[in-house]
């Protein structure tokens, strides 16, 4: 049976991949780090998935994790994946998402070095983009903390499979989403804001930038792809994007539309979320993928505006039915499935203070289009 270690486990895309990997035969394996709530709602539903202690900041703990798992393949998902925050929290973030990178290859160098490593990049790396749209030849322009260091992880994931032969892997996904994004990020906070407005919950959504252009994928397509890059004869780094773009306005017109809506009767344009300095057009080219890999998205963008806004509406419907008080910031907590029958799999259960008009991965300080 192969074995798999997921750092960032508790996030979107590990629990997307934990069910991807245990549903093809593997012991999968999730380092989670301390945290004094509880925040397990997106994995609480998967069985025969181990967690462990650890964290990206303590070289320590990934060593004894890899010595005890002995993992076959590494998926290093973790990070701060906020775009927005990483203004707030630079050092942090570099600390996390770019050192703690090399953290984890050292270990993989120590413990096992024929250890296969997926590294989780990110379409910031090209922020100021050089070239439309974006392949893995494209020059990097990162425009934010997060963005240079995800940059750092890139490099450094390139430069351990150059120096020590590593099967290291660097997947440069485009925004990619769920009913399992964070509340933080813009298609989540549409989703959300729909529902809520449709169950009379609220009665306006604010956002930023309307006319900014992402592309965006759903999450459970792109963890396949992440597999893939691991299985192939060499390893590689590769684009993974629909090569759609699509403006936050028609991520919202979908969205009401699909509750019977108007946005222009909700919707306020509120300039202070508009991002200080926003990215340019990044649209993926995802050829080489769809060529070595035979990957290709499946879930088109309506469908996954659709998807969206159903399990919220049935998140905060079924809270409602079950007697919570859903406030503004309240509603299902983390702890686990609320009382009357929600599925307890994350698909809508993360409360975020919605300060945030975020972006693709994240906004900037204040907010930002998506
Ligand atoms: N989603 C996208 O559109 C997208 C696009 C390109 C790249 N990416 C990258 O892909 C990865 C997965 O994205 P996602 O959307 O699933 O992000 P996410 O939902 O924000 O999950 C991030 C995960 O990292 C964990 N983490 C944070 N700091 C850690 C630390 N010091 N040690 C161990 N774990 C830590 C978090 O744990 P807690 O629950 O404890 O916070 C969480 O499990 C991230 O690296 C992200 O930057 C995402």
Redesign the pocket.
Known sequence: MPRALI????????SYLAEFLLARGYQVTG???R?STQ?LHRIQHLTGLSLVE????DLASLVRVLDETQPDEVY???????VGSSWQQPLATSD??GL?VLRLLEAIRTVNPRIRFYQ?????MFGKAQTVPQHEGTPFYPRSP?GVA?LFGHWITVNYRESYGIFACSGI?????SP???LE?VTRKISDGVARIKLGLARELRLGNLEARRDWGF?GDYVEAMWLMLQQPEPKDYVIATGETHTVREFVELAFAHVGLDWRDHVVVDPALFRPAEVDLLVGDASRARRELGWRPRVDFPTLVAMMVDADLERLGGGRRAGYSLGPDDGPTEAGPAPGGRSGTGDGGRRMPHRDDAG??GGAPGGGPG
Do not use: M, V
């Open positions: 750092t960032g486990i508790t996030g979107q895309d590990g380092l989670r780090r945290s925040n650890g964290d990206l900041t290093n998902l973790a990070a701060q994946s906020f996390i998402t703690g989780a990049s990110s379409s910031e997060y995800k996904l485009f925004n990619h989403e399992r994004r964070g990020f999450a693709r991965e």
